[in-house]
C-alpha cells in the first residue's frame, strides 16, 4: 500500500470516539453529579450516549471513505 494517509485519519478517528463510554472523564462527571443529588445511571448515560457514538462512527466513515476516493 502506497498511500497511508486514509489509515492515519482512521486511527486518529479512531483514538477519539472511545471517549463516548469509556473515558475517565465521565466517571468523574457522574460521581460529581450523584455527589450534588443528581445521579446518573448507566443505562441512563448509555440511551443519551450510544446514539451519538454510532452517528460519529458514520459520519467518520463517510469522511474517510470520501477522503480515500480523492
Do not use: D
Request: charged share 5%.
Amino acid at each position: 500500500m502506497t498511500n497511508l494517509e486514509p489509515l492515519w485519519r482512521i486511527l486518529s478517528l479512531g483514538a477519539c470516539l472511545g471517549h463516548y463510554i469509556g473515558a475517565s472523564a465521565n466517571l468523574v462527571v457522574a460521581q460529581l453529579a450523584a455527589k450534588e443529588g443528581h445521579p446518573i445511571s448507566f443505562l441512563k448515560y448509555l440511551i443519551i450516549s450510544f446514539p451519538l457514538m454510532i452517528i460519529s462512527i458514520v459520519i467518520s466513515t463517510v469522511y474517510v471513505y470520501i477522503t480515500s476516493l480523492l
